[in-house]
């Protein structure tokens, strides 16, 4: 999608082991989120950004953290995967459309 | 608490035939409203919102959707189904409008099959 993009696109780790999904955007926008898809759930929100170094939780918070250094950058990071953290994982920024404009996803899998 | 619902997990159609693909919510103020679509592997792609003014609004592929404040309901609607219309169809709502603070509410999504 313009503008917003993630990586990697797949990843497969053990559990216990750290992982960090990035979210680069070159829009210039304030406020960045992190979303999980979950069948049956839709989206819920784990993090969201409303600028450098300002972070807040989302619903769905427990296991993740995340960090903004730049503008451009927004980083999760799952300190010890778990199973349950298996998910695809979706950045999103505010679009012109008072909507949100969605990354491609990361799919993550914990073995 | 508020909240969107999507009563139904999937609906199939045929094709050349009108789909609805219904949406409630429940949350407080004058929300915005959009619908959201995933084809596989992909993002959710905007498809139309509703903000004010006319109640029946107008999006990509065409698609349009209903608004009716009395039965807080956002249904998307199409005409004329195609098969490439096939995909998973998300709606959301933004509480209190556009305010920096007010995040977007997704539902659980629809799976829309369409059959040839």
């Known amino acids: 999608d313009a503008g917003i993009t993630q990586s990697p696109r797949h990843k497969v780790t053990e559990t216990g082991t750290p992982v960090t999904l990035r979210c680069h955007q070159t829009?210039?926008?304030?406020?960045m989120y992190w979303y999980r898809q979950d069948p049956g759930h839709g989206l819920r929100l784990i993090h969201y950004s409303y600028g450098v170094k300002d972070t807040d939780k989302g619903e769905v918070s427990d296991g993740y953290s995340v960090s903004r250094s730049k503008t451009e950058d927004f980083l999760l990071t799952l300190e010890s995967a778990t199973s349950s953290q298996t998910s695809v994982y979706f950045c999103?920024?505010?679009?012109?459309?008072?909507?949100?404009?969605f990354g491609s996803g990361t799919r993550l899998t914990v073995v | 608490a508020q909240s969107v619902a999507q009563p139904e997990d999937q609906v199939n159609v045929a094709e050349g035939n009108p789909l609805t693909v219904k949406c409630t919510y429940s949350v407080s103020g004058n929300p915005y409203l959009f619908w959201y679509v995933q084809y596989p592997n992909r993002g959710l792609q905007f498809l139309l919102k509703?903000?004010?003014?006319?109640?029946l609004v107008k999006g990509s592929y065409g698609f349009e959707a209903e608004f009716n404040k009395s039965q807080t309901s956002f249904h998307l609607k199409k005409p004329s189904a195609l098969v490439s219309d096939s995909a998973l169809y998300f709606c959301?709502?933004?509480?209190?409008?556009?305010?920096?603070?007010?995040?977007?509410?997704f539902g659980s999504g629809t799976r829309l099959s369409i059959r040839p």
């Open positions: 959301a709502v933004r509480p209190f409008g556009y305010s920096s603070a007010s995040k977007i509410i």
């Open positions: 509703y903000i004010t003014g006319d109640n």
């Open positions: 829009e210039n926008h304030r406020y």
């Open positions: 999103a920024i505010t679009g012109d459309h008072y909507g949100y404009t």
